[in-house]
């Protein structure tokens, strides 16, 4: 099974921009895989903010965007907000397979 | 508003069944597919699987780790999703969540402890 790589952890400063990643054991990610992005806080459940690489959904802020980047699925935050200081999952679809990244903590400090 | 209550879950002895229930309101659950996702403490997510639309004749995909021990199945007319989980392991120890993949709502999940 393919392995989905993400950072494990990331720091951005208030108003800065950064970018998360998401890769895979078997190469380049193109826009077959479907890429989704997830935040998630402390006891609630995962929040759906992008979709199939690059759309977004009507409760996600302007500040976030997908994209592909570098052979990797992209999560891009410009102008963080305190708010934004969560867990960061991805996944792909391999073969018809969900696959899961391991996650990514940002903070905001 | 849409909601996604997920039930059933608790606590079960290993080798033990379950059935969860993923009860939606504000859409029509028909609409979407649908996926089980599962959360154990070490927080990692991971796909269980996903029952597709009627248009794809309801088919169903599962990760390896669950394939052959549960079952994904749906109820468009009560709107309501089920997991049935068989030969239940503790690895299977976690909080489960009912997904409707691109239309991106998630419930709030429920937890399943499989343990003597």
């Known amino acids: 099974q393919a392995v989905v790589t993400q950072e494990p952890s990331l720091t951005v400063s208030p108003g800065g921009t950064v970018t998360l990643t998401c890769g895979s054991s078997t190469g380049v990610v193109t826009s077959s895989h479907y890429s989704y992005w997830f935040q998630q806080k402390p006891g609630q459940a995962p929040r759906t903010l992008i979709y199939?690489?690059?759309n977004k959904y009507s409760w996600t802020p302007a500040r976030f965007s997908g994209s592909l980047l570098g052979g990797k699925a992209a999560l891009t935050l410009s102008g963080a907000q305190p708010e934004d200081e969560a867990e960061y999952f991805c996944f792909l679809l391999h073969s018809g397979v969900i696959v899961f990244g391991g996650g990514t903590k940002l903070t905001v400090l | 508003e849409v909601q996604l209550v997920e039930s059933g879950g608790g606590l079960v002895q290993p080798g033990g069944s379950l059935k969860l229930s993923c009860a939606a309101s504000g859409l029509i659950l028909g609409n979407s597919a649908i996926h089980w996702v599962r959360q154990s403490s070490g927080k990692r997510l991971e796909w269980v699987g996903r029952i597709g639309l009627k248009a794809e004749s309801y088919a169903t995909t599962y990760a390896a780790s669950v394939k052959g021990r549960f079952t994904i199945s749906r109820d468009d007319s009560q709107n309501t999703a089920f997991l049935q989980m068989n030969s239940l392991e503790s690895d299977d120890t976690a909080v489960y969540f009912c997904?409707?993949?691109?239309?991106?709502?998630w419930g709030q999940g429920t937890l399943v402890t499989v343990s003597s």
């Open positions: 199939e690489t690059s």
């Open positions: 997904n409707l993949g691109r239309s991106g709502y």
